[in-house]
């Protein structure tokens, strides 16, 4: 059994896993590597810490007690469908998933002030788990964010900085500004994927320890797509499966540089002039692990689909109406999830819904009375 590490994606460089890194000297983004081991006996806590022996992080876990969303079937001619409730979380989304492991770890090995930036739900996890830990935090996010987003943000303690243009600019202050501190960030940080793998490990032991045939989440900075794509490859591994499910991801029309990329058979994403979107939580013009997502996608014989403004407001309507309270960017992946099951009926099919409608309460009143 090999003690897991860093390794580079770009240069293949490798660092210990307690080293202060979250990205390479070269500049490449960094990959947890590990052997997974999987205790399937059921006694343990019913919360991602379940499968602490297949996650590559260090430390006591920084928990609330989350993980084991519910996974309720719903009815569907075409296919057995079956909801993944991930908006169940502490803080309201499935970016509780990479904050409990990543802040896990920055705190056993000595980090006590973090650097992040989100369009909301990722910030919003971030300064829940950072005040459970006792660990500083700043929050760059963007003016024009969710104020429910940003009023959670605060009330949990973190140093929010609004910031005024696009979801890059956030970036690139965070980025700026992390020279001085630590970003913890969604998107770059290796161990944030070390929890959010675990929902490929929950669906799967919900389903009897059996992978479904299909998997459809929305898809903005890939930490969902990418958790899920390497959760479920390491149960192929260790041989807990025996194939991965088809990853089908979902990006709103207005903000789609994957899905064209994939469109056009590129490896990387391609530039696209952003617009407003009713899915604010995946509308990244610039994903700094876009081939990545392309990788994964390919890799498991799935598709990328994009979503126009008003199927997804369909799609939101009728999870309402069925008692399903999400915030506008999950109706995304069940406006895809239509589309698929068109055209790939039979099977398992299982929904990621990502974030709460308590999220985005004064957009949800505005386009109730609209």
Request: aromatic residues 8%; neutral net charge; hydrophobic residues 45%.
């Amino acid at each position: 059994m090999q003690t897991p590490f860093l390794r580079c994606t770009a240069c293949d460089r490798t660092y210990a896993l307690a080293d202060p890194v979250w990205r390479c000297a070269c500049g490449g983004l960094l990959g947890a590597v590990s052997d997974p081991r999987f205790d399937r006996d059921g006694r343990r806590p019913p919360t991602l810490w379940r499968y602490r022996e297949a996650m590559a992080v260090l430390g006591e876990p920084v928990s609330f007690g989350e993980g084991m969303t519910p996974l309720v079937q719903v009815q569907d001619t075409r296919a057995g469908v079956f909801y993944k409730l991930d908006y169940l979380f502490p803080s309201g989304s499935f970016k509780d998933r990479g904050a409990t492991a990543m802040i896990t770890h920055l705190r056993s090995i000595g980090i006590r002030q973090v650097v992040e930036d989100s369009s909301g739900n990722a910030g919003a996890a971030v300064a829940a788990y950072c005040a459970r830990a006792g660990i500083a935090c700043d929050i760059y996010a963007p003016a024009h964010a969710s104020p429910g987003k940003l009023a959670q943000i605060a009330a949990c303690g973190a140093t929010l900085h609004p910031i005024r243009g696009t979801r890059e600019d956030v970036a690139a202050a965070a980025m700026e500004a992390a020279g001085a501190s630590y970003y913890a960030s969604h998107s770059w940080n290796p161990f944030f994927f070390q929890g959010t793998k675990t929902v490929a490990f929950e669906v799967c032991e919900q389903l009897g320890w059996r992978a479904p045939d299909a998997l459809v989440l929305p898809a903005g900075n890939g930490t969902l797509l990418l958790g899920a794509h390497l959760g479920f490859s390491d149960l192929r591994a260790g041989g807990v499966i025996d194939r991965l499910p088809r990853l089908v991801a979902a990006q709103a029309e207005a903000c789609a540089p994957v899905c064209e990329a994939f469109r056009q058979g590129l490896e990387l994403p391609v530039k696209v002039q952003k617009r407003e979107t009713l899915a604010e939580g995946i509308a990244v013009a610039e994903p700094v692990r876009g081939g990545q997502m392309l990788r994964a996608v390919r890799e498991t014989g799935g598709e990328m689909l994009t979503v126009s403004e008003e199927e997804t407001m369909r799609a939101l309507r009728r999870a309402w109406r069925a008692g399903v309270y999400i915030e506008p960017t999950s109706a995304v992946a069940l406006a895809a999830t239509e589309r698929w099951l068109d055209g790939n009926p039979g099977g398992t099919v299982v929904v990621v819904l990502t974030g709460s409608g308590l999220k985005a309460t004064e957009k949800i009143v505005e386009l109730m009375s609209a």
